[in-house]
């Protein structure tokens, strides 16, 4: 549900908790930030991926920030926590269909990340 609340000329709203003033920044609060469009690229493929795996992917993450992003994600319904009732406590993780519908945008940045780079290379000469 979406509430709405006028400050000045700007309408704020609110959604799944999250106060904004216009989609982006909504879009920004759920997939923003450093690590949540990676995480979200490395499930991409569809296979369920352990947070060990998720780890290996992204070196620079600590512990605690990974599962910290892991948990925004899996409350904003973006991806799915499964987990199995064994010793030790088996994990995984995978993207919901919203967190799938993100995909296209996250391929075009990754296009644009590609043509950046060469762009860049291009002109430090």
Known sequence: MVKEARTGEC???CCAG??????????LQVI???WK???????RTGDKQRFGELKRHMPNVT?????????????????????YPQVPP???????DLGLSVMPILD????????????????VV
Do not use: N
Request: proline share 1%; charged share 25%; with cysteine.
């Open 37 to 43: 469009p990676i995480i979200l690229w490395h499930l």
């Open 11 to 13: 309408t704020q709203r």
């Open 32 to 34: 923003g930030g450093k």
């Open 90 to 96: 088996k994990v995984e993780y995978s993207l919901t």
């Open 108 to 123: 075009q940045l990754s296009k644009w990340g590609t043509l950046f780079e060469a762009e860049y290379a291009a002109h």
């Open 18 to 27: 999250k106060h904004y003033f216009c989609s982006v920044e909504l879009a």
């Open 63 to 83: 512990q605690k920030m990974l599962t910290q992003q892991l948990r925004e994600l899996e409350s904003d319904g973006m991806i799915l926590r499964e987990v």
